[in-house]
């Protein structure tokens, strides 16, 4: 019987059921616009075949592997230009696997293993991206200048035996591109950048920055309104940015910037928001009062931004407990500035809040402030993990005693419990807290943390997204959750390309990439961020700590078989 070579690829909408859940019509007609304006014409060019259409998915032959690699990466770049300024509700985003064996020549559909093996490559492949069998690879090589990462050998149910994966996506292929603006959201969207102290005592910083995060915490709270997170605005502090190039980096619509000056007990706060896309000023206000009428002051300018917005009226703002004592709120409000600088060097911090407590004894921020900080210090190689899940759990506990109706405290709650490895608290909580406030960024985070390691990881995938959205700058604990939220994906080029986003990666990570290598087949590089991690480790340190901690976070054991897996292959463990 003749045979003959056929190149097949396996395409998919990803996510598309959630498109549809979500718009089933304007679903339907992208997808139908997509097929006709770019894939078909793409195929018939490249003298490709459709041979089956099912739902967001197709099947295409192709004459050989030149032309079905070309036509991938032509309509992977055109998807690209189609996406460019949609809302991310409305873009779509394709999958694309590749394989290529040798067929009856009579055989019209093309079934059999090699679209089984095609279908699963397409599984495999990342949002946007490419992965190919390695006889494809080996086709192509020389042939075509798309760069394609090895992505080590797959061998599961769905293969009839073990493949060898690459991998292709324009950040691989031209990492030096320009990043898009980001699309604006579909409500009215905002940054509140650091205010200027200008009291003329540089100590009192904390207390402009502490105004100007209570105000992105009040406007968070209403749910017409899309808030970017501290970390990303406050990336900007000592910058002179120009208000547009804030708007497209952080893909808002509004910028708010101000000053604090106090004067005693008075204090003054100026205030404006400009439109990023006309730099014209659309708002600004004065408000002058007496030190403990700060919250009063931050009420009125949250409640003027938003009127001003036009926030609808049927969304009423979450309502937090505010402290009593105006020197208790001033401990918080230092605490909680020293805590964003510097997680190391915390003994100052909870003497901090230990002073606020001992003013206000039911003071929630508090509380939960110090279960953040001890629960975040268990990871640390120098602390007794006993004592400090303790205290992090009782700290965790008062903060839900005084007030649980406050989104931070659900949230905090919830990591704080999904550190210490009781998911079912964890998953209750950060539940709690995105229904308390669906647009907070802790809330959110929290969220796709404790469903991630409860082993929920597509789902927790998505909160984490939703959290980058708001936190377009990435801070280091959005990017360390989903790193790992690839890895137990058994997604490690995703995980190694979501370590690279960091411009200084913190060193203490470098044992997770060295995992993903490990697991990617990359034993060289896997050595190389082993011994980065290795070196940046205190005298005496003992790795069993971070790998108790890190089973303790995992529900499943699945999970912790992965993770000791990845540890043994990149020599962190025998």
């Not at 390695?134 to 797959?154: D, P």
């Not at 031209?174 to 950048?193: F, G, M, Q, Y």
């Not at 805590?339 to 100052?348: F, L, S």
């Not at 008062?398 to 659900?410: F, G, H, I, N, P």
């Amino acid at each position: 019987m003749e045979r003959r070579l056929a190149a097949v690829l396996a395409a998919d909408v990803v996510g598309f059921a959630h498109l549809v859940e979500a718009d089933e019509a304007g679903t339907e007609e992208a997808l139908a616009a997509h097929r006709s304006e770019l894939i078909e014409p793409m195929v018939l060019h490249n003298g490709g075949r459709i041979m089956k259409q099912a739902g967001a998915g197709v099947v295409i032959a192709f004459p050989n592997v030149v032309d079905a690699v070309t036509t991938a990466v032509s309509v992977q770049r055109g998807m690209v230009r189609r996406n460019a300024g949609l809302p991310k509700s409305a873009r779509m985003d394709l999958r694309i696997g590749i394989d290529l064996a040798d067929v009856s020549a009579s055989d019209d559909t093309l079934g059999g293993d090699i679209v089984r093996v095609a279908k699963r490559l397409e599984a495999l492949a990342e949002p946007g991206g490419i992965c190919v069998s390695g006889t494809v690879h080996a086709q192509i090589a020389g042939k075509l200048n798309h760069r394609f990462i090895e992505g080590g050998e797959r061998s599961d149910d769905a293969l009839p035996e073990p493949v060898q994966l690459w991998h292709w996506s324009d950040e691989i292929a031209t990492p030096n591109d320009k990043v898009l603006p980001l699309a604006l959201p579909d409500k009215p969207s905002i940054a509140v950048l650091a205010f200027a102290n200008r009291s003329g005592d540089p100590e009192q910083v904390f207390l402009a920055d502490g105004i100007a995060e209570d105000i992105i915490t009040g406007l968070s709270r209403h749910r017409g309104l899309f808030v970017i997170a501290r970390s990303s605005s406050f990336a900007y502090q000592g910058k002179s940015p120009k208000i547009w190039d804030v708007g497209r980096e952080l893909g808002v619509a509004y910028v708010v910037e101000g000053s604090v000056k106090r004067d005693g007990a008075t204090i003054t706060v100026n205030a404006q928001m400009i439109d990023t896309r006309t730099g014209n000023q659309i708002w600004n206000a004065r408000r002058d009062g007496a030190l403990e009428d700060i919250f009063a002051i931050e009420s009125a300018l949250v409640d003027d931004i938003a009127k001003t917005l036009s926030v609808p009226a049927d969304t009423p703002p979450q309502v937090r407990t505010v402290s009593r004592n105006m020197d208790a709120f001033g401990y918080v409000l230092k605490a909680r500035w020293l805590w964003y600088r510097d997680q190391e060097n915390v003994a100052p911090i909870i003497e901090l809040l230990e002073n606020a407590l001992a003013l206000e004894p039911g003071y929630a921020e508090a509380f939960a402030l110090l279960a953040d900080v001890y629960a975040t210090n268990i990871f640390s190689p120098t602390v007794s993990l006993d004592r400090h899940a303790e205290l992090a759990r009782h700290y965790a506990q008062k903060a839900l005693e005084a007030d649980s109706k406050d989104a931070l405290v659900q949230a905090v709650a919830a990591l704080t419990f999904s550190v210490l490895g009781d998911f079912e608290r964890a998953e209750t909580h950060s539940s709690t807290a995105v229904v308390l406030n669906p647009n907070d960024y802790l809330a959110v985070y929290s969220r796709g943390t404790t469903l991630t390691y409860a082993g929920h990881m597509n789902a927790g995938l998505m909160w984490l997204e939703k959290a980058m959205r708001l936190d377009p700058h990435a801070a280091h604990q959005d990017l360390e959750v989903v790193v790992e939220c690839h890895y137990m994906r058994h997604a490690y080029l995703d995980a190694v390309k979501t370590f690279k986003r960091w411009q200084s990666a913190p060193l203490y990570m470098y044992d997770v990439l060295a995992v993903c290598y490990a697991q990617l087949g990359r034993l060289e590089d896997a050595a190389d961020a082993r011994d980065i991690w290795l070196s940046n480790q205190p005298d005496g340190y003992k790795f069993k700590n971070t790998l108790e901690t890190h089973m303790n976070m995992c529900k499943r054991q699945e999970d912790r078989e992965h993770w000791l897996q990845g540890y043994r292959k990149a020599g962190l463990i025998t």
